[in-house]
C-alpha cells in the first residue's frame, strides 16, 4: 500500500497551494479518503475528506478548501486557498474503509483511525 502525497511548499500568507495524492495497492473507490494534518506540538487534525460524492472539511479550513477524488486514477487533491500561518503542518494523506466509516446511513471522518496514512508533506504558511 502507498500513498504518496505531493506539493508541498512553502507559501505567503493569503497564497494557495494544491496538494495530491497517490494512492496504489488498495481499492481506492472502496476507501473515504481524507487529508489530516499535523502542527508541531500539536494533536492531528482532520482538514477534509470524500467518500466519492460528498464531502466535509473541518471549521478551520471550511470554504477555504476543496477537496477532490479520481477514482480512475486513484487520485486524492486539495486546493487550499487564503492560507495562514496558522495552516502549516505536515499534511497526510490517509484512508478508512468505506465499511468501517459508514454508520447509520453516513459515512463520518475523523483524524485518526485510518487503515493506511501517506508519509506526509510539509505546508508553511509565511511572509
Known amino acids: 500500500v502507498q500513498l504518496q502525497a505531493s506539493g508541498e511548499g512553502l507559501v505567503q500568507p493569503g497564497g494557495s497551494l494544491r496538494l495530491s495524492c497517490a494512492a496504489s495497492?488498495?481499492?481506492?473507490?472502496?476507501?473515504?479518503m481524507s487529508w489530516v494534518r499535523q502542527a508541531p506540538g500539536k494533536e492531528r487534525e482532520l482538514v477534509s475528506c470524500?467518500?466519492?460524492?460528498?464531502?466535509y472539511s473541518g471549521d478551520p479550513v471550511r470554504g477555504r478548501v476543496t477537496v477532490s477524488r479520481d477514482n480512475a486514477a486513484n487520485t486524492l487533491a486539495i486546493q487550499m486557498n487564503s492560507l495562514r500561518p496558522d495552516d502549516t503542518a505536515v499534511y497526510y494523506c490517509a484512508a478508512r474503509s468505506k465499511s468501517r466509516a459508514y454508520y447509520r446511513g453516513r459515512y463520518y471522518c475523523s483524524a485518526a483511525d485510518m487503515d493506511y496514512w501517506g508519509k506526509g508533506t510539509q505546508v508553511t504558511v509565511s511572509s
Open positions: 495497492g488498495f481499492t481506492f473507490r472502496k476507501n473515504v
Open positions: 470524500t467518500e466519492g460524492s460528498g464531502s
